[in-house]
C-alpha cells in the first residue's frame, strides 16, 4: 500500500513539475504535416485567404521582443501574396522541426522554416528562421501563435533534415 503511494506521489509530482508527458501520435502528426503542406501550398501560391485561413482569427504572431495580432500582421503580408498570385515575384516556404508535441487537440512545434522571394527585378532573397508555432484543431488545424525567434543559419537548417 506505501508503495503504491509513493508511485502515485511520485506520478503527480512529475506532472506538476514537468506537464502531461507529451502524446505524439502519428495520425496527428500526419495532420500537422497536412497542415504545414498547405501553409506551403498557400504561400507558393499566392493563395492570400488561404494562409490567412491556417491562423485562428485571435492568434498572435511574435517577432523577437514585438507581439502583433495576426489581423495586424497579415495586413502587411497581404502585398507579397497578391505579387506571388500575379507572377511578380515567386515566393516559397518550407519547414523542418526539432521537437514536435502533440495530442489530439492542441500542438507546439518548434523548428526552422526557410522562405525564399525572388522577382525578375532583384536576385531575391531566402531567410532561415528559427520559429515556434502553438496550434489548436478546431475542425482543422488552426495556428493560435506564431513566435519567429530570430535567424538562423544554412547549417542549422541542414542538421534538422528532411523537408516538410
Given at each position: 500500500?506505501?508503495?503504491?503511494?509513493?508511485?502515485f506521489?511520485?506520478?503527480?509530482?512529475?506532472?506538476?513539475?514537468f506537464?502531461?508527458?507529451p502524446?505524439?501520435?502519428?495520425?496527428?502528426?500526419?495532420?500537422?504535416?497536412?497542415?504545414?503542406?498547405e501553409?506551403?501550398r498557400t504561400?507558393?501560391?499566392?493563395?492570400?485567404?488561404?494562409?490567412a485561413?491556417?491562423?485562428h482569427?485571435?492568434a498572435?504572431?511574435?517577432?523577437?521582443?514585438?507581439?502583433?495580432?495576426?489581423?495586424?500582421?497579415?495586413?502587411?503580408?497581404?502585398?507579397?501574396?497578391?505579387?506571388?498570385?500575379?507572377?511578380?515575384?515567386?515566393a516559397?516556404?518550407?519547414f523542418?522541426?526539432?521537437?514536435?508535441?502533440?495530442d489530439?487537440?492542441?500542438?507546439?512545434?518548434t523548428?526552422?522554416?526557410?522562405?525564399?522571394?525572388?522577382?525578375?527585378?532583384?536576385?531575391?532573397?531566402v531567410?532561415?528562421?528559427?520559429?515556434?508555432?502553438l496550434?489548436?484543431?478546431?475542425?482543422?488545424?488552426?495556428?493560435?501563435m506564431?513566435?519567429?525567434?530570430?535567424?538562423?543559419?544554412?547549417?542549422?537548417?541542414a542538421?534538422?533534415?528532411?523537408?516538410?
Open positions: 500500500m506505501k508503495q503504491s503511494r509513493l508511485r506521489a511520485v506520478g503527480i509530482t512529475a506532472v506538476l513539475l506537464g502531461p508527458a502524446r505524439i501520435s502519428g495520425q496527428v502528426t500526419a495532420e500537422l504535416d497536412a497542415f504545414w503542406t501553409v506551403s504561400v507558393e501560391s499566392g493563395d492570400f485567404s488561404g494562409y485561413a491556417t491562423y482569427p485571435d498572435v504572431v511574435i517577432f523577437g521582443d514585438a507581439t502583433q495580432p495576426i489581423s495586424e500582421a497579415l495586413a502587411g503580408w497581404e502585398a507579397g501574396f497578391d505579387d506571388t498570385r500575379t507572377g511578380l515575384l515567386e516559397s516556404v518550407a523542418r522541426f526539432s521537437q514536435r508535441r502533440n489530439a487537440s492542441t500542438a507546439h512545434e523548428g526552422i522554416f526557410r522562405y525564399s522571394a525572388f522577382s525578375p527585378s532583384d536576385d531575391g532573397s531567410q532561415y528562421v528559427h520559429f515556434e508555432a496550434l489548436v484543431k478546431k475542425g482543422g488545424w488552426m495556428m493560435m506564431e513566435f519567429q525567434r530570430g535567424p538562423a543559419t544554412e547549417a542549422e537548417w542538421a534538422l533534415g528532411g523537408e516538410q
